[in-house]
């Protein structure tokens, strides 16, 4: 069994619907068992900023799939979710990037592993802090509470939590 992290992430309405339809997508899937998941945070646009917020977390999660065969799951449930690729880094219905897999490096065309640009995102790096504080981060080989403490103030204060109740329209 392979142990992978997977980022979640959405700012199209209803947000909260699509967080929920993609998690359940993965745990109806036969070859991905979740074991963790992070509270939700609410977080502001990164890149391109001229969009809404994001609802973001983190998930833990067991698979038999390959790489690719993870990835490829990842984009139909993109699909099934309506997600239209647009502007990059632009807005989307849900977004779902693989982080970690095991503690392979992997260069592909279609798929770098780790994530490369998950060790400078407060958005990423916050909610895996929740639920794996001492993983290392093998193209830094730092742990996530480390990279944490290097990230500008400014960008950790764009990370709140979440709840249900900050959207009674959601
Ligand atoms: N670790 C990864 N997880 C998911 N997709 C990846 C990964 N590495 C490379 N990709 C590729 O990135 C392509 C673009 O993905 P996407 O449109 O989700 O990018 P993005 O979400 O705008 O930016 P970012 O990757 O910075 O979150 C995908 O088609 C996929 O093949
Ligand atoms: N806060 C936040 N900003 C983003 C996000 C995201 O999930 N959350 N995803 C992006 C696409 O890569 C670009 N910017």
Redesign the pocket.
Known sequence: MNKVYLALGTNIEPRINYLSNALQELEESRDISIRRKSPIYETAPVGYTDQGDFLNMVIEADTALSTIEL?DK??QIEKELGRK?GI??GPRTI?????LYNHENSKME????P?P?MHKRAFVLIPLNDIAPNLIIPATEKRVADLINELPESDKKDVTIWTQKDSADE
């Open positions: 990835l990842c984009q690729r990059r880094f977004d779902l990037d693989i982080l279609r798929l770098i592993i994530h640009r």
